[in-house]
């Protein structure tokens, strides 16, 4: 059964800073790995979809990377704005998608 | 180009009683899937349906059931309500099932209140 893990489940820093989100999985046989923003109360946004035959994708302040042999991904977020405050999930898809419970950041003007 | 809509944003039930919720997916967009969400338990995958068929199914009651129309659009029903089922339920849409590429788009939910 795949678990999806996201370290940390909390981060607060102020604007400006560079940030790492963690996620890790414990089946390496996935499709794909998706980044998710959710605000409170809302839908699921897609930040970046990467291929299990990739290593990485970029999207303006957004870069996240794959390791499918270490079941990693990590989400760099440059220059951290307090736009950026949200919780950020990640899923892993092989047939249905796992989700992680996520990481809720607090981007601090 | 539409997003995927979710119909009613809010619903408020008794326990008991029964809902449907209903999901639009985006045009051309063959794979509905369901999730519950709630503080204690994230988000958790009710059941996945292509060409009118379930393909995966979570671990919920028989409670919980769902259908696809010809037009890709998907139900799920909750019977027999319980103030546990208060959640935001989220269905998202995918081009095709579990082929490499393709992601998910979610909808904005249906937020569920069981009193």
């Known amino acids: 059964k795949q678990e999806v893990t996201q370290i940390p489940a909390a981060l607060s820093v102020p604007e400006g800073e560079n940030l790492v989100l963690n996620c890790s999985f414990t089946?390496?046989?996935?499709?794909?790995l998706q980044w998710f923003r959710q605000d409170p109360g809302k839908g699921l946004t897609s930040l970046l979809l990467i291929q299990s035959s990739q290593r990485e994708q970029t999207s303006g302040r957004l870069n996240a990377s794959l390791d499918k042999s270490s079941g990693r991904s990590t989400l760099y977020i440059a220059a951290s704005q307090p736009g950026d405050s949200a919780t950020y999930l990640c899923a892993v898809k092989a047939g249905k998608s796992t989700f992680g419970d996520g990481t809720t950041l607090t981007v601090k003007p | 180009k539409a997003g995927v809509t979710q119909t009613p944003r809010y619903l408020i039930k008794t326990r008991g009683q029964q809902v449907t919720l209903s999901c639009s997916p985006i045009?051309?967009?063959?794979?509905v899937s369901w999730y519950q969400q709630t503080p204690g338990q994230g988000l958790q995958f009710l059941f996945e349906y292509f060409s009118e068929t379930q393909r995966n199914k979570g671990n919920f009651p028989g409670r919980f059931s769902g259908r696809q129309f010809s037009n890709s659009r998907s139900e799920m029903n909750v019977s027999t309500l319980e103030l546990g089922d208060s959640a935001l339920y989220l269905c998202?849409?995918?081009?095709?099932?579990?082929?490499?590429?393709?992601?998910?788009?979610f909808g904005s939910g249906t937020r569920l209140t069981v009193v």
């Open positions: 045009s051309g967009h063959r794979s």
């Open positions: 998202a849409s995918s081009l095709e099932l579990g082929f490499v590429g393709y992601g998910y788009t």
């Open positions: 089946d390496s046989a996935i499709y794909n």
